[in-house]
C-alpha cells in the first residue's frame, strides 16, 4: 500500500492536556500541537498512535488541537520544570503552522518558564521562529531528521516531506546564528537507506555546521507495516545492525562527530541538560 496524496483533510479540535509525560529517558514531557501528519513519512511509528481515521489514511489527515496554547499557559505554570520534546507523534511544524503558529506560541510559553525545548523536525517553516530560538538558545535546541541525501530515496520513504536540501539549509542557518543543533539519522532501513557512502555525507555535513548526530534502524511496528510492505527492505537482524553501528561510529569518530544512538542518547542528554 502506498500514501496517495488526497483532499487534505484539516480539523480543528479542543485539547485536554497540553503536556504530556513522556516514555523516553530523555524528555521528561511531550507537546504535539498536532495530530497525524501532512509529510506521510511510510515508516513512522506514530500511525500507530493515532486516531484510525488518520492513521487509514497517513498523510492527508491532520489536527490541529486549536486551544493548546491556552492549556499550556496554566501547565506551565504548575507543572515541575524539565525537558519538553517538540513533538513525538506529529511533526511540529506541519505546512499549517505558519497559519496556526502553535509551535512558535508554545515555544515561548516554555521558554518563558523555564522549561528546556528539544524540537524535532523536517521543516525550514521553523526557520521563521529564529528569533525566538535564538532569543531562549540556552535553553532550546533543533534537530532535523535526514534519512537520507537522495532525493529519489527521499521522496520515496518520505513522499511528501520537504527536500533534503532545505534541511540542510536551515540547519545550516540555525547553527550560524548560535543554536545547537543535532541530526537524526534515522530510521536506517536495510536495502533503502543504509548506503554507507550517503551516511558519511550526512555525517561530513554534520561536521562542516559542528551538529550532533543521533542514529537509529527501522523498527516494524504494527502501524507503518502496510506502508511499507511494498518498498522491498531488509529486516534489521543483529548482525547488519551491529555492522552498521561499528561503522556509523568510526565515521563520526574520524570525522570528529559527536554520535549516540538512540537507546543510548539519553545518556549524552542527561548529561548537558542540568537545569535542576
Excluded at 122 to 129: E, F, M
Aim: hydrophobic content about 35%; proline content about 4%; overall charge positive.
Amino acid at each position: 500500500m502506498h500514501i496517495n496524496r488526497k483532499k487534505i483533510i484539516i480539523n480543528e479540535i479542543n485539547a485536554k492536556h497540553a503536556l504530556g509525560i513522556s516514555g523516553m529517558k530523555e524528555l521528561d514531557y511531550t507537546l504535539n500541537p498536532y495530530l497525524g501528519c501532512l509529510h506521510g513519512c511510510l515508516y513512522c511509528y506514530a500511525i500507530g498512535m493515532n486516531p484510525k481515521n488518520i492513521a487509514g489514511d497517513w498523510g492527508n489527515v491532520l489536527y490541529v488541537r486549536k486551544n493548546i496554547t491556552e492549556i499550556l499557559q496554566m501547565e506551565a505554570k504548575k507543572y515541575k520544570k524539565g525537558i519538553v520534546g517538540i513533538s513525538s507523534i506529529t511533526d511540529p511544524y506541519n505546512p499549517v503552522e505558519g497559519k496556526y503558529r502553535l509551535t512558535r506560541n508554545s515555544i515561548e510559553i516554555l521558554a518563558k518558564n523555564n522549561f528546556y525545548v528539544t524540537l524535532q523536525t523536517k521543516s525550514p517553516i521553523a526557520l521563521r521562529d529564529i528569533d525566538i530560538i535564538k532569543k531562549y538558545r540556552n535553553i532550546i535546541d533543533i534537530g532535523y531528521t535526514i534519512t537520507t541525501m537522495d532525493e529519489k530515496i527521499k521522496d520515496m520513504i518520505e513522499p511528501y516531506s520537504p527536500s533534503v536540501r532545505s534541511r540542510m539549509r536551515a540547519l545550516k542557518k540555525f547553527s550560524e546564528n548560535g543554536i545547537k543543533t543535532w541530526i537524526f539519522i534515522g530510521p536506517i532501513i536495510k536495502n533503502i537507506n543504509d548506503n554507507l557512502n550517503d551516511i558519511y555525507n550526512i555525517i561530513e555535513f554534520a561536521s562542516k555546521i559542528k551538529s550532533r548526530i543521533i542514529y537509529d534502524k527501522y523498527v516494524n511496528y504494527p502501524g507503518p507495516g502496510k506502508y511499507m510492505e511494498n518498498i522491498n527492505y531488509g529486516i534489521s537482524d543483529s548482525a547488519w545492525w551491529n555492522d552498521m553501528e561499528l561503522k556509523i561510529n568510526g565515521m563520526c569518530h574520524d570525522l570528529n562527530v559527536i554520535c549516540t544512538s538512540e537507546q543510548a542518547d539519553w545518556l549524552y542528554e542527561r548529561g548537558q541538560k542540568t537545569l535542576f
